[in-house]
């Protein structure tokens, strides 16, 4: 049919539609995306009237990669279901984790209490009444042992979600991995390693911009010559999406920031096939499943074309977007929480028919507290159900070719690269954080959602509609205020114990290399092996490096 | 009538600020002066600002379970400095419905879990506020 043909057999379906809407009128005036985009009633070849197959998807495994980034994808192995958790104490952690593995969890996600994430030691003032509460206390290598304590380093592959003290928990982590006699090269695994977000959205970054961006690149370096199975950076959307940013927002953001760190990379002298197949991403699941879908494709084809027309990057997987899913914890509800698992399971899908290659569910009971240990099992079930029973693992992209996906696909790689390009003028993405472009973008898109939930206009089961008279929820996990006390115990036999001579003479080595432009991990490795703490690494690094000032926006 | 001078605090190492600056912008929106602190906040330097800025009500937001620490030391301060009995005190967050009794007792006037709304906080505080915007 020709494309006038195509248009007039539309418009006699339009005023079809026409007539029956004169009777019956739609629900809604206009419907939406988050975006505020509108979303059309039907989608039909015309709304994609220049695709083109071979250029515009290609098979899955090739450029540029719509399809997804393995020929097979989960045919030959399901995503890693990587479920994130620690809190409380390493021993606490280290037996949450082995449960997690018993429940069939393939990989360990570890999350760091808020001291750990910005590099303070459990008995500093600053981090009393946080030690333990949202992820585990990390102090020393002594605590690193504990968490891995039983837990073959060679077997498992671990995510650990640090960012400003990212050098330090890596270097513990190949501490913890010599001692169990695992060479550095059998280690497999991946550190968030994001500070731009941080700067954007998460809160926990310690130092400025530019030495931030120096040991990103050192961890690239040291990791290609020493580590070369980590991915030594998630280069993360979650967070974004998490602070109120539309699915076009996360993936322009995101990828802003990654173009950052390659540029940042290049200019340090890298070749960039050297250290970008270690590139991976960390995207949102939301609740709107086929916009989800088209928004990894889009990021995945986006990512390609960037990697190789504007870096000329040669090695094919230098050109692959791999990414980590976790769903979204700002749709969850406090009100009838077990609503939620419904609400993860579509996001699960969104993830799997996107082709994620990990993924974390949020548990049901995540906006009242950290989950227990019975909704977490829920949570990884979900994802299991949906890997064994629900068939859509079973073909690749099996969404491929739906006017409604791939005309989206192609609305939000486009509308991304848009955004791309203000960011390209602002000079790039530390700039336009600097000039708080990001932060006011995520900040209106979160203030209009707010705003839609409050006038009605967004239904959220349950919240605003579908109310019932609720019990308060029982049974919550709760951290004993005691671990505060046993952590700072714990640091005060370690530095009784420990060869202070050892440590000092560390720290001063690492307090010149800071000052240098050599590169900073074997330093730090030292300064990890002799039990210098966390919080006198990064002293260390604070003294010559400064620390970040926010730019507050509302 | 003078508008409310209301603080927004972020205290503790919690980054999650969304809350904080929707509630932020609700309440310019509503007419209210707004000074946001940012994040990372110490009670003390929450208590300071508060009397720095004369504000008619300290609004916290905290989601990192660090509550019970924090927001009870906010209001000791606000005593100590002899202003507690002008300024209104809030929190809101992922706080557990068995913690609000205690924060409550311990001088929280009121306590926002998710899923309140922006309309809902506004009018709160035009409802209780403890001096007169004479």
């Known amino acids: ?554 | 009538m003078r508008p409310i001078r209301i603080l927004v605090a972020k205290p503790g190492l919690d980054g999650h600020d969304r809350g904080a600056k929707v509630l932020a912008r609700a309440f310019r929106d509503a007419g209210m002066e707004v000074i946001y602190t940012g994040l990372r906040q110490t009670p003390e330097m929450i208590a300071a600002a508060a009397i720095q800025e004369d504000v008619d009500v300290v609004a916290m937001s905290i989601l990192s379970g660090a509550h019970m620490h924090l927001l009870p030391r906010v209001v000791r301060l606000l005593k100590d400095e002899g202003v507690y009995d002008d300024i209104l005190v809030l929190g809101g967050g992922v706080i557990p419905k068995e913690d609000i009794p205690l924060l409550k007792e311990a001088g929280i006037q009121e306590i926002f879990t998710p899923g309140a709304t922006t309309a809902e906080v506004i009018e709160y505080i035009q409802n209780n506020l403890k001096r007169a915007l004479g």
């Open chain 1, 1 to 554: 049919m020709s494309g006038k043909d195509m248009q007039d057999s539309f418009n006699r379906w339009q005023e079809l539609v026409n007539k029956t809407l004169s009777r019956f009128p739609e629900q809604k005036e206009r419907y939406a995306f988050d975006s505020g985009a509108c979303v059309e009633r039907l989608y039909t070849p015309l709304d994609a009237p220049d695709f083109d197959y071979e250029q515009d998807l290609g098979y899955p495994g090739q450029y540029p990669f719509t399809r997804g980034v393995q020929p097979t994808m989960y045919r030959g192995k399901h995503w890693t279901m990587r479920m994130y958790a620690g809190f409380a104490t390493a021993a606490e952690s280290n037996k949450r984790y082995k449960y997690l593995i018993e429940q069939g969890s393939m990989g360990l996600s570890v999350a760091f209490d808020l001291p750990t994430q910005m590099g303070y030691d459990s008995d500093d003032p600053i981090s009393m009444g946080e030690v333990g509460k949202v992820g585990v206390a990390i102090d020393s290598l002594a605590d690193m042992e504990i968490l891995f304590g039983g837990i073959p380093l060679d077997k498992v592959s671990t995510s650990m979600t640090i960012n400003a003290p990212a050098p330090v928990l890596l270097a513990m982590y190949i501490a913890v991995a010599e001692k169990q006699g695992v060479p550095a090269d059998k280690l497999n695994g991946t550190i968030q390693n994001d500070i731009l977000k941080e700067y954007i959205a998460r809160g926990t970054y310690i130092f400025p911009v530019k030495p931030s961006m120096r040991l990103i690149t050192n961890i690239f370096e040291y990791c290609s010559k020493h580590v070369p199975r980590w991915n030594t950076i998630s280069i993360s959307g979650y967070h974004i999406r998490e602070a109120g940013s539309t699915a076009v927002q996360e993936v322009a953001f995101t990828l802003a920031d990654g173009i950052a760190y390659v540029q940042a990379a290049i200019d340090a002298g890298q070749s960039i096939d050297d250290f970008a197949p270690r590139l991976s991403f960390f995207f949102n699941a939301h609740n709107n499943l086929l916009e989800e879908v088209s928004k990894y494709r889009a990021a995945r084809r986006l990512w390609a074309k960037i990697m190789k027309e504007r870096f000329g990057a040669k090695d094919p997987k230098s050109w692959q977007l791999k990414f980590h899913t976790q769903t979204a914890g700002c749709t969850l509800t406090a009100q009838q929480p077990d609503n939620n698992i419904v609400r993860v399971a579509i996001q699960t899908l969104a993830a799997v028919l996107g082709g994620t290659q990990s993924l974390h569910t949020n548990s049901r009971d995540e906006a009242l507290a950290l989950p227990t240990e019975e909704s977490v099992m829920i949570a990884l079930r979900t994802q299991q159900i949906v890997a064994n029973e629900s068939g859509v693992a079973d073909s690749v992209d099996p969404l491929a070719g739906s006017y409604y996906i791939e005309s989206l696909t192609t609305s939000i790689e486009n509308e991304a690269a848009k955004l791309i390009a203000r960011i390209d003028d602002l000079g790039g993405a530390p700039a336009a954080i600097e000039k708080g472009f990001i932060q006011q973008e995520i900040m209106d898109a979160a203030y209009k959602y707010q705003k839609d939930i409050e006038d009605g206009g967004k239904i959220i089961v349950g919240l605003n509609k579908y109310q019932i008279k609720e019990e308060p929820p029982k049974g919550l996990l709760r951290v004993d205020p005691a671990v505060e006390n046993a952590q700072k115990e714990r640091i005060a036999r370690l530095k009784e114990k420990r060869d202070n001579a050892l440590v000092g003479e560390t720290l001063k080595n690492l307090e010149k290399a800071c000052k240098s432009n050599e590169n900073v991990m074997p330093y730090i490795l030292e300064a990890v092996k002799a039990y210098a703490t966390l919080g006198e690494i990064c002293n260390i690094m604070r003294g010559v490096f400064g620390e970040y000032k926010q730019n507050v926006i509302i």
